[in-house]
């Protein structure tokens, strides 16, 4: 019995090391398929898409950076309401890197389109533009501006990688375009780099000194390993400096850029902006657009200063140079800056302690809070942090012609309000 009992270890031992084997002849990205089995945890919706069976780790990985941007908010800490930030995204040959699946230019590309509709949602009047490098010379892809599309379509155009990285020659580039911002602007750059050297034509810190005297934020995330200049940069401009380690951490470092950071206090210097609201004209009629300098059919926005057409907003006349608004961007950037305080969350056996002074009941329905039917009361702050802060969620049905809606206070107390539905 114990000789079999010992063969049989033995065989198992040599089938594993038959699987080390093979797992050792793949790559990073083909190990973690056949090792996590990623397949078996979707399952398909009633669209027909596929969705991760448990989404609880997305939510807590949400509530986590919410609470992060809550806790720089709790000081009364000055935050810039308009941001003009370059991504400077690094096209050189170590951006084909196959360490992150399928490679690192394409994880770039993925969450950099994520990136930039997530900012706009959270800072309206701010403006983004796409600086490259690809052998060795920096290229502005796209100039400043509010519309998500235009810079999402034209970096996906442009994904081919080659040559070398120059740090020093994408500095110099940003650094001309940002001069030209108005001082009410917070200049920011963020870098995403890929190499592990940067060939300057000359001295990088009396470039890094210059972006300094500019008021410019630089951060930097790195897709290999750290380097000394990036994190030197970092340091003297006020910016932060990370290192992803896998394709889920660099997801989560490029998001916690989208809202705004604390201002730096020598440059916190508050402004008063002359703003324009457009009126929208109407869909047949066909003027000459301003910033294309071109006949254009179709709605645009009409300056109410020097009635020139823009096509898209939050921009900046192109005539008589007014930062032209609509009042949604202003109410959102308003609320984004105030957020909501985050949920307390109160466990059943604290609950259940008769002790214990919270409410047991809901306000609203009167239902116990430790019923299982009331579990999504976590989802809801999760919802309403990250999705719809001045509607938390709770839907109920009655009598299949209104739905009720929960809204939480922040002692987990609900009040209903009907919403009458179709």
Same mark, same amino acid.
């Given at each position: 019995?114990?000789?079999?009992?010992?063969?049989?270890?033995?065989?198992?031992?040599?089938?594993?090391?038959?699987?080390?084997?093979?797992?050792?002849?793949?790559?990073?990205?083909?190990?973690?398929?056949?090792?996590?089995?990623?397949?078996?945890?979707?399952?398909?919706?009633?669209?027909?898409?596929?969705?991760?069976?448990?989404?609880?780790?997305?939510?807590?990985?949400?509530?986590?950076?919410?609470?992060?941007?809550?806790?720089?908010?709790?000081?009364?800490?000055?935050?810039?309401?308009?941001?003009?930030?370059?991504?400077?995204?690094?096209?050189?040959?170590?951006?084909?890197?196959?360490?992150?699946?399928?490679?690192?230019?394409?994880?770039?590309?993925?969450?950099?389109?994520?990136?930039?509709?997530?900012?706009?949602?959270?800072?309206?009047?701010?403006?983004?533009?796409?600086?490259?490098?690809?052998?060795?010379?920096?290229?502005?892809?796209?100039?400043?501006?509010?519309?998500?599309?235009?810079?999402?379509?034209?970096?996906?155009?442009?994904?081919?990688?080659?040559?070398?990285?120059?740090?020093?020659?994408?500095?110099?580039?940003?650094?001309?375009?940002?001069?030209?911002?108005?001082?009410?602007?917070?200049?920011?750059?963020?870098?995403?780099?890929?190499?592990?050297?940067?060939?300057?034509?000359?001295?990088?810190?009396?470039?890094?000194?210059?972006?300094?005297?500019?008021?410019?934020?630089?951060?930097?995330?790195?897709?290999?390993?750290?380097?000394?200049? %990036? #994190?030197?940069?970092?340091?003297?401009? /006020?910016?932060?400096? *990370?290192?992803?380690?896998? +394709?889920?951490? =660099?997801?989560? &470092?490029?998001?916690?850029?989208?809202?705004?950071?604390?201002?730096?206090?020598?440059?916190?210097?508050?402004?008063?902006?002359?703003?324009?609201?457009?009126?929208?004209?109407?869909?047949?009629?066909?003027?000459?657009?301003?910033?294309?300098?071109?006949?254009?059919?179709?709605?645009?926005?009409?300056?109410?200063?020097?009635?020139?057409?823009?096509?898209?907003?939050?921009?900046?006349?192109?005539?008589?140079?007014?930062?032209?608004?609509?009042?949604?961007?202003?109410?959102?950037?308003?609320?984004?800056?105030?957020?909501?305080?985050?949920?307390?969350?109160?466990?059943?056996?604290?609950?259940?302690?008769?002790? %214990? #002074?919270?409410?047991?009941?809901?306000? /609203?329905?009167?239902? *116990?809070?430790?019923?299982? +039917?009331?579990? =999504?009361?976590? &989802?809801?702050?999760?919802?309403?942090?990250?999705?719809?802060?001045?509607?938390?969620?709770?839907?109920?049905?009655?009598?299949?012609?209104?739905?009720?809606?929960?809204?939480?206070?922040?002692?987990?107390?609900?009040?209903?309000?009907?919403?009458?539905?179709?």
């Amino acid at each position: 019995m114990n000789n079999g009992a010992g063969r049989r270890i033995n065989g198992g031992a040599e089938e594993d090391d038959d699987e080390d084997d093979v797992n050792g002849d793949l790559d990073a990205w083909e190990r973690t398929y056949t090792d996590e089995r990623s397949w078996e945890s979707l399952q398909e919706d009633e669209s027909g898409m596929l969705r991760p069976i448990d989404n609880q780790a997305l939510y807590h990985s949400q509530y986590r950076r919410r609470l992060r941007s809550l806790s720089s908010t709790a000081a009364r800490i000055q935050k810039g309401l308009i941001r003009y930030l370059y991504i400077v995204i690094d096209l050189s040959r170590a951006a084909s890197e196959m360490d992150f699946r399928p490679s690192r230019i394409a994880v770039i590309a993925k969450h950099v389109e994520t990136f930039i509709r997530e900012f706009f949602y959270q800072n309206p009047l701010s403006q983004v533009g796409i600086v490259t490098i690809k052998d060795g010379v920096a290229h502005c892809l796209t100039d400043i501006g509010g519309s998500p599309e235009s810079h999402i379509n034209a970096l996906m155009k442009k994904l081919e990688c080659s040559g070398d990285s120059s740090l020093q020659n994408a500095l110099d580039l940003v650094d001309g375009y940002l001069n030209q911002i108005p001082s009410y602007g917070h200049r920011e750059v963020l870098i995403l780099y890929s190499a592990l050297s940067t060939c300057d034509p000359g001295d990088i810190m009396d470039t890094i000194q210059k972006c300094r005297k500019s008021k410019i934020r630089c951060s930097v995330i790195g897709l290999a390993a750290e380097m000394f200049i %990036c #994190k030197h940069l970092c340091q003297e401009t /006020g910016g932060t400096y *990370s290192v992803a380690l896998d +394709e889920s951490h =660099f997801k989560e &470092l490029i998001l916690e850029h989208a809202p705004p950071p604390p201002a730096i206090a020598e440059f916190a210097v508050a402004n008063l902006i002359k703003m324009g609201f457009p009126q929208r004209a109407a869909e047949g009629s066909i003027s000459i657009c301003s910033c294309h300098k071109e006949a254009k059919v179709g709605a645009g926005y009409t300056c109410p200063r020097c009635k020139a057409r823009a096509c898209e907003l939050p921009t900046e006349c192109c005539v008589c140079g007014l930062t032209l608004v609509s009042s949604p961007h202003l109410a959102r950037s308003y609320h984004h800056l105030f957020p909501i305080a985050p949920f307390d969350e109160v466990t059943s056996s604290h609950l259940n302690n008769p002790n %214990c #002074k919270l409410q047991r009941n809901c306000f /609203g329905c009167q239902q *116990s809070l430790l019923d299982p +039917e009331l579990s =999504f009361l976590m &989802l809801a702050g999760f919802w309403s942090q990250e999705t719809n802060p001045g509607l938390p969620l709770c839907a109920r049905s009655a009598n299949g012609t209104s739905a009720w809606i929960v809204t939480f206070t922040f002692m987990r107390v609900c009040t209903i309000v009907p919403v009458v539905t179709a």
